[in-house]
C-alpha cells in the first residue's frame, strides 16, 4: 500500500461541481492519514455528489466498496475517474442522486453501508433544505455507520451550531472526531462522526417505517479539539494545525499522488 496514484477526471470549464475542491482535497488527506494503516477492505461506502469523486476513489483504494452518487449530467466524468482507477472491475458503482429529489437516498442503498461521505457544496442558510440532508444521511445509516462530512465551515455561527445539534439527535457528536484546516481564505471541516445505536428493535422498526420527522432538537454536547501533530490521527477530536501543499491541478498527500486531467 505504500504509494498509489490516483487520476481525476475534471471538465475545463471549472465549478463546484465538475472539478476538485479544498474541501476535496483536504478529506482525501484526512481519509488517507486515518485509514491507510488498517485500510477499508470489504468496507462499504457510499459518497453522496461525489463530483469528481477523488474522496470515494480514495476510499476505493483504500480497498472498500464505493458507491459513487451524483447527477447523470457528471456521469462523464465519474465514468472515466472510475476506469482509470478502478482496481476490481465491481470495486465502482456510479448511480444516479440528487439532493432535491424526494427520496434523494433511494437510489444509492439502504442503511448498511460502513461509511457516508460527503463534500457537497451545500446551502447552510437554508435549513428546510439542510434538514432534508441530515434525512439523508440518516436514511443511509445505522447502527456502525460514520458519516465523514467535509464542507467549508459557515460564516453565521448560529446556524452552524444550530445543524449540528439537530445532526446530535441521531449521530454521536460528543464522540466525533474532527479536523479542521486553513486554506488561507476560509476554514475547512472534516468531521467524522458515528451513528447513534438503536436503543431498541421497536426504536430501529420505528425509524425504518415512519423516516426521522422528530422535532425533538437535543442539545449537542460542546467539543474538545486537541492539536493533530505529525502522527496517526487519534480517536478523539482535534485540529489540524498542518494542512497539505495544494496545486491547482496536482496533489501529493503523504504517499498519495493526485494528478487531474481536464476533458
Not at 498509489?4 to 475545463?12: D, H, P, T
Not at 486515518?34 to 457510499?46: E, F, L, P, Q
Not at 476506469?83 to 434523494?104: C, G
Request: proline share 5%; charged share 25%; with cysteine.
Amino acid at each position: 500500500m505504500d504509494g498509489f496514484q490516483v487520476l481525476i477526471s475534471e471538465e475545463a470549464e471549472r465549478s463546484s461541481r465538475s472539478s476538485v475542491s479544498d474541501v476535496d482535497e483536504f478529506m482525501a488527506w484526512y481519509l488517507v492519514r486515518k485509514y491507510k494503516a488498517t485500510g477499508m477492505k470489504s468496507k462499504r461506502v457510499v459518497s453522496l455528489e461525489s463530483g469528481c469523486a477523488l474522496p470515494g476513489i480514495v476510499c476505493g483504494l483504500l480497498g472498500a466498496h464505493v458507491v459513487l452518487g451524483e447527477k447523470k449530467d457528471l456521469f462523464h466524468l465519474l465514468e472515466k475517474t472510475v476506469s482509470v482507477n478502478a482496481v476490481e472491475s465491481d470495486q465502482f458503482d456510479v448511480r444516479e442522486f440528487d439532493w432535491a429529489d424526494e427520496l434523494p437516498a433511494r437510489n444509492v442503498g439502504g442503511k448498511f453501508n460502513d461509511f457516508v461521505i460527503t463534500t457537497a457544496p451545500l446551502d447552510w442558510s437554508d435549513l428546510s433544505s439542510m434538514d432534508k440532508v441530515l434525512e439523508t444521511f440518516v436514511k443511509l445509516s445505522g447502527n456502525g455507520t460514520r458519516l465523514i462530512w467535509g464542507y467549508k465551515k459557515p460564516k453565521d455561527v448560529d446556524t452552524h451550531n444550530e445543524i449540528r445539534r439537530r445532526l446530535d439527535k441521531h449521530f454521536d457528536l460528543k464522540m466525533s472526531r474532527q479536523a479542521i484546516f486553513d486554506s488561507g481564505t476560509h476554514e475547512v471541516i472534516i468531521l467524522s462522526v458515528a451513528r447513534r445505536p438503536f436503543s431498541s428493535f421497536l426504536e430501529q422498526f420505528l425509524e425504518y417505517s415512519m423516516g426521522v420527522s422528530d422535532p425533538v432538537i437535543p442539545k449537542a454536547s460542546p467539543i474538545v479539539h486537541t492539536p493533530l501533530l505529525d502522527k496517526p490521527i487519534p480517536e478523539e477530536t482535534q485540529t489540524a494545525t498542518e494542512s497539505p501543499q495544494t496545486q491547482r491541478s496536482r496533489l501529493t498527500l503523504s504517499s498519495v499522488s493526485i494528478t487531474s486531467a481536464k476533458s
